[in-house]
């Protein structure tokens, strides 16, 4: 099963990303069920599946059921990008792809769900903890410093860059601690210093520095509780070959 579907994951690679440029894009953007780009890349899709299945033409009827969505789905994602965020757009997109190449899989390679090992100790151990280290500590960093946030005078801010920065930042720290990198911690911390410094040499806002570092000391904190915790936890339940 795994082997098959990472035929079908290339295939889709291949097509979807590394052989379709942007001129490609905006044409079917442009001329949508008329654009020749569009019938062009569903051709391309074809012959890498044809050729990731090893021209094993007894899986005919999964590689037309998944050039023929792969059109549907292109084709309403083409319609649907004046009414959609584009950002979007794109994860549903794939997430259809994968769906359907899932399910493709499914037909020809059955796998047994009798055992969920999505509900083994350690795939539900890791849940909580990137959950923990990424929206529980954001949500609690919002709560415990949201009284001393600077005003954003200038409103060049991205939005909500900060949170993603953030989850991003103690997703690193989390994965150091778990390969037991900890001076990867240090250069993180260093490069975020280097980045911060010329905002900060700049506004010449005292309040703006102690908020930073208030934030920046809360977020390596919690990121670092969380990961010594969850190293300490798969060695009570016995789960530290992992």
Same mark, same amino acid.
């Given at each position: 099963?795994?082997?098959?579907?990472?035929?079908?994951?290339?295939?889709?690679?291949?097509?979807?990303?590394?052989?379709?440029?942007?001129?490609?894009?905006?044409?079917?953007?442009?001329?949508?069920?008329?654009?020749?780009?569009?019938?062009?890349?569903?051709?391309?899709?074809?012959?890498?599946?044809?050729?990731?299945?090893?021209?094993? %033409?007894?899986?005919?009827?999964?590689?037309?059921?998944?050039?023929?969505?792969? %059109?549907?789905?292109?084709?309403?994602?083409?319609?649907?990008?004046?009414?959609?965020?584009?950002?979007?757009?794109?994860?549903?997109?794939?997430?259809?792809?994968?769906?359907?190449?899932?399910?493709?899989?499914?037909?020809?390679?059955?796998?047994?769900?009798?055992?969920?090992?999505?509900?083994?100790?350690?795939?539900?151990?890791?849940?909580?903890?990137?959950?923990?280290?990424?929206?529980?500590?954001?949500?609690?960093?919002?709560?415990?410093?949201?009284?001393?946030?600077?005003?954003?005078?200038?409103?060049?801010?991205?939005?909500?860059?900060?949170?993603?920065?953030?989850?991003?930042?103690?997703?690193?720290?989390?994965?150091?601690?778990?390969?037991?990198?900890?001076?990867?911690?240090?250069?993180?911390?260093?490069?975020?210093?280097? %980045?911060?410094?010329?905002?900060?040499?700049?506004?010449?806002?005292?309040?703006?520095?102690?908020?930073?570092?208030?934030?920046?000391?809360?977020?390596?904190?919690?990121?670092?509780?969380?990961?010594?915790?969850?190293?300490?936890?798969?060695?009570?339940?016995?789960?530290?070959?992992?």
């Amino acid at each position: 099963m795994i082997v098959l579907t990472l035929k079908f994951l290339l295939a889709h690679i291949l097509g979807d990303f590394v052989f379709q440029s942007d001129k490609w894009v905006k044409n079917k953007r442009k001329f949508k069920l008329k654009s020749p780009k569009l019938y062009l890349h569903i051709l391309i899709h074809g012959l890498f599946l044809i050729l990731a299945l090893q021209f094993d %033409f007894s899986y005919w009827l999964g590689i037309l059921i998944v050039l023929l969505s792969h %059109f549907v789905i292109d084709i309403g994602k083409l319609y649907a990008e004046k009414k959609w965020n584009n950002i979007s757009l794109f994860f549903i997109d794939q997430f259809l792809h994968l769906a359907v190449i899932l399910g493709v899989v499914q037909y020809y390679a059955p796998y047994n769900f009798n055992k969920l090992e999505i509900y083994y100790p350690q795939i539900l151990l890791l849940a909580v903890a990137v959950l923990l280290v990424t929206v529980v500590t954001s949500i609690l960093m919002r709560v415990l410093i949201s009284k001393w946030g600077p005003m954003q005078k200038d409103g060049k801010s991205l939005k909500n860059a900060g949170a993603y920065i953030g989850m991003l930042e103690r997703l690193f720290i989390f994965g150091f601690i778990i390969l037991n990198f900890w001076a990867g911690i240090g250069f993180l911390l260093g490069a975020k210093s280097i %980045f911060r410094f010329g905002d900060l040499t700049n506004s010449k806002d005292r309040n703006l520095t102690e908020y930073v570092l208030i934030g920046t000391l809360l977020s390596f904190g919690f990121a670092i509780m969380i990961g010594v915790g969850y190293n300490w936890l798969r060695i009570v339940i016995g789960l530290s070959e992992l």
